[in-house]
Nanobody
Framework: QVQLVESGGGLVQPGGSLRLSCAAS????????MAWYRQAPGKERELVAG???????NYGGFVKGRFTISRDNAKNTIFLQMNSLKPEDTAVYYC????????????WGQGTQVTVSS
């Protein structure tokens, strides 16, 4: 397992931007998949974006070009740049990792709260 710590959440007005960070306790170079999920009150956790070891990236359908996931292997960190935020983006955002294909994600951490409100 790898320990992950999310940061960068906060309160932002509609249309604003935030950059979330997820710092890993060790090297992320060989990790099969790292991803951002989110969970709003009363809703199920959903995929925001995933980035794979081979460079493949996928996004949740609601993203529609507003968010960008990236990874910095030298800093053992992945990022989620979120632009054009909407009130419906309000949620706790979680980072997780799947070390190898077919494995489960690591236990979920505390996440970072993102609130979009005027």
């Amino acid at each position: 397992q790898v320990q992950l710590v999310e940061s960068g959440g906060g309160l932002v007005q509609p249309g604003g931007s935030l950059r979330l960070s997820c710092a890993a306790s060790g090297s992320i170079f060989s990790i099969y998949e790292m991803a951002w999920y989110r969970q709003a009150p009363g809703k199920e956790r959903e995929l925001v974006a995933g980035i794979y070891r081979n460079g493949y990236i996928n996004y949740g359908g609601f993203v529609k070009g507003r968010f960008t996931i990236s990874r910095d292997n030298a800093k053992n960190t992945i990022f989620l740049q979120m632009n054009s935020l909407k009130p419906e983006d309000t949620a706790v955002y979680y980072c997780n990792a799947r070390l190898q294909s077919g494995q489960n994600f690591s236990p979920w951490g505390q996440g970072t709260q993102v609130t979009v409100s005027s």
